[in-house]
């Protein structure tokens, strides 16, 4: 049954048929409906206007950056035990080695250490050089080798062959690391010594690998900020 059938019913039961079929029409059929308006009011308006304004000015703005106390407590630096082999980051080093060569020589010959020379080395990236320190006021620390994983303002982190994480300060410490010459300079280099031992007729060693002493203290920079750092000759008392 629908719904104007049970209306029609209805009012049929109290009054005549024509009494209940005008009433119907007038009252029940063509009666206008008045909706209640949707918008809210203008304080709920106003609110939610404010609500978008600073939900829009947070997606806008940059993040605030995480201090230094909520990193050591996120461990966002610290590896994890199970990265902590040496064999992981061993080419890491050969791709250091090859990235240094580019620096050191072109097409086989080594260039000539100049003043522009020397400052691209000062900015050179030492992530994945593997250094040893050869000089420091720890005693301990002397001896310590390892692959660089983390180039920080004022240690190195590396890991060494025994597969444990040391970190090395750089104030007062001296580290050496070793270059070794590309293989086309290698052969070239081994042919001229052999050469020249024949033409004299004594023997001589062929070409050594290439052995840089790096001073922590003039490189106590991160490794962001001394890639565009432009470093000046100076006196150093220390050497």
Known sequence: MSTQDVGRSLLSRAFSPDTAGRIFNERVKTRPLHLKPTEPST???QRRLVRKAKESRKKKQKPVPLSARQKRVLCLYDI????????????????WVGYIQELLWEDGVMRQVTTSMATRLCSAD???AELEVVRSRCVSRVGVKGIVVRD??????????GDRVKILPKEHTVFRFTVPRPKKEDVEAAEGAKDEAMAEGEEKEPPKDVVFELHGDQFEYRAADRATRKFKPHYLPDL
């Open 43 to 45: 304080a709920q308006q």
């Open 126 to 128: 030492f992530h994945g």
């Open 152 to 161: 920080s303002r004022y240690v190195f982190e590396v890991v060494t062959k």
């Open 80 to 95: 994890p035990k199970s990265q902590q082999k040496y064999a992981i980051y061993e080419p890491l080093n050969r791709m």
